[in-house]
C-alpha cells in the first residue's frame, strides 16, 4: 500500500472473502476472478506479492488506485454489484492512513455511504483539494 504523502492517489488492499467456498475451490477463484475483471476494466489495479506468515510464500494482493471521485464510485458501483450476487460475500479494505493501517469489511448489506465514508476520507486527504463533488454521495 502506498505511503502516506499527500497529492497521489491513495492506494487500497482489496481482499475478497467467503465462508461457504474453500479458498482453492475453483468456483470461488472463477468469482475472485469476475470481481478483478470488473475492477480492471473500472479502476487502476495492481497485483502484488504479500508475504504469509508461517509460510515460505506469497499470495497476489489486489491493490487499486483511488485518485479521484470518479476512480472512487466506479470502485464502490463494483464492489456492491459483485456483493449483492451472494450473500455470503466480504471484502476487506485495508490502507495506510499516516503510518497507521486502516481497515473496513463491505457486505452485501453494508455498501452504504456509512460504511465506506472512512475510505473516502482518507482518499480526499491524501489526494488533497475539496471534497469528492456532487453525485458521488461522500460530500
Request: charged share 30%.
Amino acid at each position: 500500500m502506498s505511503g502516506s504523502s499527500s497529492g497521489g492517489p491513495l492506494e487500497v488492499a482489496v481482499e475478497p472473502h467467503n465462508d461457504y467456498y474453500d479458498p482453492d475451490d475453483d468456483r470461488w477463484r472463477d468469482q475472485i476472478a469476475t470481481l478483478v475483471a470488473e475492477l480492471d476494466a473500472q479502476v487502476d489495479t495492481v497485483r502484488r506479492g504479500r508475504p504469509v506468515e508461517g509460510t515460505k510464500g506469497a499470495v497476489d494482493q489486489l491493490i487499486i488506485a483511488l485518485g479521484s471521485a470518479g476512480a472512487f464510485q466506479a470502485a464502490v458501483d463494483c464492489f456492491r454489484a459483485w456483493l449483492g450476487r451472494d450473500r455470503d460475500r466480504r471484502i476487506d479494505v485495508r490502507w495506510d492512513e499516516n503510518g497507521v493501517e486502516r481497515s473496513v469489511t463491505l457486505t452485501g448489506e453494508a455498501v452504504d455511504v456509512d460504511t465506506i465514508r472512512e475510505i473516502a476520507k482518507a482518499a480526499v486527504d491524501r489526494v488533497g483539494g475539496p471534497p469528492w463533488p456532487a453525485g458521488t454521495g461522500l460530500s
